[in-house]
Structure formats: structure tokens, C-alpha cells
């Protein structure tokens, strides 16, 4: 069985390496590099592993590219593995693979199609899973080759979450790559009558709005967190950027939305939510111009933007404006 393996993230290099191990036919390794890593979580290169390896390997920004379109002809798999890769594959590069191709996701398939599949099933789901599967027309549709769930713990951070996922691409590829190197191919179709969809994901929406309640808020910042680019708040004109939290459930304090109502000793901040309390334990202060800050949250201070007050503030500012200007 003659495969090849596309991609460039975490999941991606442990099913290189799994293949590798299970001593699988690899004709040939596409790594991912683009120009910028900007929107690329976990990014992971493929090359020293294929060099390691003897592997044949070429680099390629997008996918199907006539010339990367026609290299992966030239291996003539039998099956192309696209993992932890958001492009979507051509007709032409389907068509190359004997038995199509094998995409990757981490969700409990049926269920969470679609993108940003970390962040969403922090968010809504209890469970997710690594799921090898022939793709087909549609988005994570297709049938099943290889399934491993997984739960999705109270306090699981994105981290923790791809810790999760990568034992489970061993299970499942522990279970599924004996058979297929034995030439067999069993393919289980989804229920699409429980399936659900999510949709893109974008930096900006890791905006903390404090009216909240704590649960909420401390799940978008699981969800945001690392390797994600993090869930945020401002203190006035500096940018707050929160990477892990815990929930207050003894103090009996009531303060104002938003409000820092304590600091301890460890410069963790005590947040008022819309329903709840909410510890800050590791975050980042920066300046407009991204340079980042020293200094630590204090009691007292305000998390958020306000409208009315900001629409106060901006008309007062270009008054001043005007009077200088006359």
C-alpha cells in the first residue's frame, strides 16, 4: 500500500511517525511551509523526519499546485494522507490516490464538522475523538476508517486538549495500520442525521466580554489558549491577554462587572463577572504598539470597553480637537 502524507502541525508528525513505525509504504512527504507561521497553530516541520527516514520530500505552500499536483502523481499512491492541513483538496489530487485520500479530525465525528475543531469542542462538546476517514464532497463527511474518543475534561486547556488527541492518533493508528498494510480498506459511513457544523475562527474572537458568566468566560479562555492566540480583554489603552484562569467558587465578594476585586500574592487578579468570580493566573500586559508590559493588574482597575463611556470620552477629545484647531 503506497502512501503519501501531507501537512505540517502536530498531528500531522505523529502520523508520519506512526506510519513510520508500522513500517507503512511511504513514497513521498509534502510539508506545508508557507511564508508566514502567523495563522498556523502547533506548526511542526516535516523534513528532518522524512530526511531521517529516506523519505522523499518536498515542500509546497499550496496544495494543489499543478507542479505539487503532478509530483504526487509521480509516487502513484494508493492512499494520500492530508493532516491538520485547512486547504481543501482538488479533484485532480484526489484523483491521483488509488484509494482516495485520508483526511484527519479531531472531533467525535459525526458530530463537530468543520473548522476550528479545538476551540469548538472546548467550548460546546464533552467528548472528541482522532478520526481518519476518506474524504469525500462534503466537509468531514466521509466514511470512518479509524476512530479513537476521547473526553474532554472541566478544566482542559487547548493543550491539554492536543495531548489528548495525540494518544489517541496512536490508538488509532495502532488499531487501524496492521490491517491496512495487510491491503485491507474497511470504511464505516457517518450518520449524517447527527451531524453538526461549526464554523471559522478568527484571533478577535477571543474577546472577553465580562457580562458573562465566569463559566463561560473561563471555557473561551481554554479554548483560546495555546497554541491558540489567546483570549483577551483591555485596561484602558493596554491590551490584556489571558492564557489561564480558575474559577472562584468560596469568596463571598460582589463587586462591579469587570472590576478587579482582588490581587494575591502570585499577582493572580479577581475578576467580576456577569454571574460569577473569575481568577486571572497567568497573563500578559501590552502597549498599543504591541510591546509588552512589566507591570501587573491592581485592584481597582477595570477590565473592558465601555460604550457610553467611550463615545463620552471620543466627543471630548474631538472637542478639544476644535478648540485647538480655532
Known amino acids: 500500500m503506497r502512501i503519501v502524507i501531507a501537512g505540517a ?8 511517525k506512526k506510519l513510520v ?3 507503512m509504504d511511504i513514497v513521498g512527504v509534502l510539508g506545508y511551509e508557507p511564508a508566514s507561521l502567523k495563522n498556523v497553530s502547533a506548526y511542526t516541520l516535516l523534513k528532518p ?5 529516506q523519505l522523499d520530500y518536498k515542500p509546497f505552500v499550496k496544495i494543489n499546485d499543478e507542479h505539487i499536483v503532478e509530483q504526487v502523481k509521480s509516487w502513484k499512491p494508493d492512499l494520500l494522507f492530508v493532516v ?3 486547504q481543501l483538496i482538488g479533484d485532480d489530487l484526489i484523483n491521483s490516490a488509488t484509494h482516495g485520500v485520508v483526511g484527519f479530525h479531531p472531533t467525535s ?10 476551540a469548538w469542542s472546548i467550548l460546546n462538546e464533552k467528548q472528541a475523538g482522532a478520526n481518519f476517514f ?8 466521509g466514511p470512518i476508517l479509524a476512530q479513537q474518543l476521547f473526553d474532554i475534561g472541566e478544566d482542559d486547556y487547548a493543550e491539554d486538549f492536543e495531548l489528548k488527541m495525540i494518544d489517541a492518533i496512536h490508538k ?3 488499531n487501524w495500520l496492521p490491517q491496512l498494510k495487510q491491503g485491507i480498506i474497511k470504511a464505516v459511513p457517518q450518520n449524517d442525521e447527527i451531524a453538526n457544523y461549526y464554523g471559522r475562527r478568527a484571533p478577535n474572537d477571543g474577546c472577553i466580554s465580562w457580562d458573562a458568566p465566569a463559566i463561560e468566560i473561563y471555557r473561551l479562555i481554554r479554548a483560546s489558549s495555546r497554541p491558540h492566540p489567546g483570549a483577551f480583554s483591555f485596561k484602558e489603552n493596554i491590551r490584556v491577554l489571558i492564557w ?5 467558587k468560596n469568596l463571598k465578594i460582589t463587586g462591579v462587572t469587570g472590576r478587579i476585586l482582588d490581587v494575591n500574592e502570585n499577582g493572580d487578579a479577581l475578576v467580576q463577572t456577569g454571574e460569577g468570580l473569575l481568577w486571572l493566573t497567568e497573563y500578559e500586559l501590552f502597549d498599543f504598539r504591541g510591546n509588552q508590559l512589566e507591570e501587573k493588574l491592581k485592584v481597582g482597575q477595570k477590565l473592558g470597553y465601555y460604550i457610553d463611556l467611550e463615545l463620552f470620552k471620543l466627543k471630548k477629545e474631538i472637542q478639544q480637537l476644535k478648540n485647538k484647531l480655532k
Open 9 to 16: 502541525v502536530s498531528s500531522t508528525l505523529t502520523t508520519l
Open 21 to 23: 513505525e508500522h513500517q
Open 49 to 53: 523526519i522524512a530526511l531521517e527516514n
Open 84 to 86: 491538520g492541513l485547512s
Open 109 to 118: 465525528l459525526p458530530r463537530g464538522r468543520g473548522r476550528a475543531p479545538i
Open 134 to 141: 476518506l474524504i469525500d464532497d462534503g466537509v468531514d463527511s
Open 172 to 174: 488509532a493508528l495502532d
Open 244 to 248: 489561564k484562569a480558575r474559577p472562584e
